[in-house]
Structure formats: structure tokens, C-alpha cells
């Protein structure tokens, strides 16, 4: 079976610092994976490739079949808005909305009418646990309660795959485990597989398999049985 | 387990006696607990007898006689084996992993390896007890967290220790 996702040994600079050199991985449907490694090794900008937003240098990105890195600007944005979810560390959610208007904005994007948006956006608030902010702004909801919000906000267009770069960064112990039960096993139940960016082993450890990045580079090592 | 193995860490440079012996372990790995002779000998003795030292000549002296020992092509597979092989992951790893990482270098092996073996073995680990943490009752999950938190701890002992490898290596050859 095919990888839904694979980057091929890719490339990126930004002016004279190497972001990523050589980086390779595959993420297959419904999987999770950890990208792990320090802080600039890499790992974000590895995100930011395999999810479309930037373009690496060299080197191949496919989606389904499809090369992302020779796409159009125009046919990249509406992939990304159609098949990809996103939650970063903060500062993601629209502060003027209100968390159930920010659920339903990626629907309404989308062409999705205001009442099924906002329908949708409530079985995905309800979900995540914070139906009792819907009519709140994002600044009046806790940090743990943002994250969830924006969890439901990316999963509500039934992405395949989901992008988290730090979701848990900003939060504590507590919350940080409660957004990341919630977000591994909505995206389980959903068949989406999850891209997760973190430098926390305790986050790495819901993910079915690891990928670390030093110096831009990808490695994998599998766990020899004990 | 450690001290046999460490013991033929340090033959693999070249033959040396017991008392020589003791005194290299003493002077990398012993500051808090230094070996007694007796630990020496009998560690020896037991390598002996699993062919994995040989003896290496007797030097004559007014003393006690002095045996050199030499390590034997099975005990360099069974010091590989150790050095490459994950500790099972569990608290206070601390020593035997700091053993090893010193070995290898000493020896020109990859000291990157035994790390991110070592580190691979943990997350399976942690990946093990969080799945069993999502499915449990309270109790289970903070049985699994503090096993988790250890396992954290010991984790980024191991990223350090990855970070500052060219320190330690120019340390360790000097």
C-alpha cells in the first residue's frame, strides 16, 4: 500500500542557514506519527513542506497520488483547505469570532451554509468537551479550552490528514493530556492521520511511530524487542 | 552484569592485570563506589571460565604473582552485544548508560547509536503506558504516569548527553 503522504528527500534554505537537508518520511492513512528532534533541527519547516504552506527547494512532496510541490498556488490552498486540518501552539483561532463562529469558519470558507455550518461546528464543540464556550471569544476561554477549540476547528471538514505543530506548548500537564487524548482519538475515530510536531516525549508517546530530525535530516529507528 | 562487561570494555584497549584493571575502572566509573580487589578477581575468574578472557602471561616479582589478561574474540562479541543492546528502560539508568557511552567512545564504536537506541526503546516504552494510561481507570493512569515521567526524565538525560558528545569525547581521550 501506497503512503496517503511522502516527502522525498527534500531540500529548504533560508538564506544562508539549511533548514532541512535531505529530510525523507511517509505517513500512511489514519496513522499517527511523531515528528520528534530539538529545537531548529528542522521539524516545523519538515511540516510546513509536507503540508503545502512552503515549497522545499529540492525534493518531492506527494498527497494521494499527487505532487504538491509542482501544484499551483491556487490548487495547493483549496487541497489544503479541503483534505488538511491544522492546530499550532497559539494564536490560530479569530479573536473577533466567537469559538462556535471559529469552528464553522473553515465549513463557511468551504461554501457550507451558516446553519449546517454552525450545526457541525456544535457536535465538534461538543465532542472536544467545550460546548460551553460556543458563544465566547476565543480570549475568554481557557488555554486548554482554546486548543480544543482549535482541535475541533481543524477536524471539522473531516480532513485526512492533521497537522499539530506543539499543540500542547503553551499548556500544562493536565490539559496538555486532555487535548491530546481528545485530538489523537477524534482523528482515530475518523480515519485521519496526524502529523505531530512535538519536542515532548510524552506527547510523541500517543503516536504509533517516530521520526526525529537533527541538522534537517530524517531518521527512524524502530525499537528492538526487549 | 555491568562490571564484567565494563571489565572487558577496558581489556579490549590491551592485556592488563587485575590490580591495572581496578584502577582504570576506579579512575572512569568508580568516584562513588570504587571496586574492592575481591570484586576484580572474582569477575575475572568468572570470564575465565566463560572464555571470554584469556590469561596473558605472569609477571614475576617479589609480590604476589601478577597475572595479565587479555580479552578473546567471544568476549569482544559479548561486549559488542551489550554496548548495542537497549538497557530495558527503568528508572536510575543513569550509571550503565554512562558506562557504555564512555566505552564506546574509548573504543571508536558509535556512542550516536547506543543513544538512539536507548531513546527508541524508551518512547516504545512510553508508548506502551500511554496506550494503557487512554484505557484504564484512574489508577492506572497515574500508576502509568509516574512510570511515564521517569521514562521523561531519563529521556532527556539521553538528548543532553547526545548534545554534548564531542565534549565527552575529547574528555575521555585525554
Known amino acids: 500500500m501506497s503512503p496517503l503522504l511522502s516527502a522525498t528527500d527534500l531540500t529548504k534554505s533560508f538564506g544562508q542557514t539549511k533548514a532541512l537537508d535531505g529530510a525523507s518520511m511517509t505517513v500512511n492513512a489514519g496513522e499517527v506519527v511523531a515528528v520528534m528532534g530539538p529545537s531548529g533541527s528542522g521539524k516545523s519547516t519538515l511540516l510546513h513542506c509536507l503540508a503545502g504552506i512552503i515549497r522545499p527547494d529540492g525534493g518531492t512532496v506527494v498527497f494521494d497520488g499527487k505532487s504538491l510541490s509542482g501544484m499551483p498556488d491556487g490548487p495547493r490552498s483549496a487541497l489544503r483547505r479541503s483534505e488538511f486540518g491544522f492546530v499550532f501552539q497559539f494564536g490560530q483561532l479569530v479573536a473577533e469570532l466567537t469559538c ?101 516525549a510524552r506527547v510523541a508517546a500517543y503516536s504509533d511511530r517516530e521520526v526525529t530530525v537533527r541538522d534537517g535530516r530524517t531518521t527512524e529507528i524502530v525499537a528492538a524487542n526487549l | 552484569m555491568t562490571i564484567s562487561n565494563t571489565l572487558l570494555g577496558l581489556l579490549e584497549a590491551g592485556p592488563r592485570h587485575g590490580y591495572d584493571l581496578k584502577r582504570a575502572y576506579d579512575d572512569r566509573f ?26 596473558n602471561g605472569v609477571e614475576a616479582g617479589g609480590g604476589p604473582e601478577r597475572k595479565s589478561y587479555a580479552i578473546t574474540e567471544a568476549g569482544v562479541t559479548n561486549l559488542e552485544t551489550w554496548l548495542t543492546s537497549p538497557e530495558d528502560p527503568a528508572p536510575y539508568l543513569q550509571n550503565t548508560l554512562y558506562t557504555k557511552v564512555v566505552l564506546a567512545l574509548l573504543s571508536g564504536r558509535s556512542a550516536t547509536d547506543i543513544l538512539d537506541h536507548q531513546r527508541a526503546a524508551h518512547l516504545q516504552s512510553m508508548r506502551e503506558l500511554t496506550r494503557r494510561k487512554t484505557t484504564g481507570d484512574l489508577a492506572d493512569q497515574l500508576i502509568c504516569d509516574h512510570a511515564l515521567f521517569h521514562l521523561e526524565a531519563d529521556l532527556r538525560w539521553l538528548e543532553l548527553t547526545a548534545a554534548r558528545l564531542d565534549e565527552l569525547r575529547e574528555q575521555v581521550s585525554t
Do not use: C, I
Open chain 1, 100 to 200: 462556535l463562529e471559529n469552528v464553522a469558519l473553515p465549513l463557511r470558507l468551504g461554501g457550507v451554509k451558516r446553519k449546517t455550518a454552525e450545526q457541525r461546528a456544535r457536535e465538534w464543540l461538543e465532542r472536544l468537551q467545550v460546548a460551553d464556550v460556543a458563544g465566547k471569544r476565543p480570549g475568554e476561554a481557557s488555554g486548554g479550552q482554546g486548543q480544543r477549540v482549535a482541535v475541533a476547528r481543524a477536524m471539522v471538514t473531516g480532513p485526512r490528514v492533521l497537522f499539530a505543530d506543539e499543540p500542547t506548548g503553551a499548556l500544562d500537564s493536565l490539559n496538555g493530556e486532555r487535548v491530546m487524548r481528545l485530538l489523537v482519538s477524534t482523528a482515530r475515530e475518523q480515519g485521519t492521520a496526524v502529523v505531530l510536531v512535538t519536542h515532548e
Open chain 2, 30 to 55: 568508580g568516584q562513588d563506589r570504587p571496586l574492592h580487589y575481591g570484586q576484580v578477581y572474582s569477575t575475572l575468574s568468572r570470564l575465565l571460565r566463560n572464555g571470554m578472557v584469556e590469561e
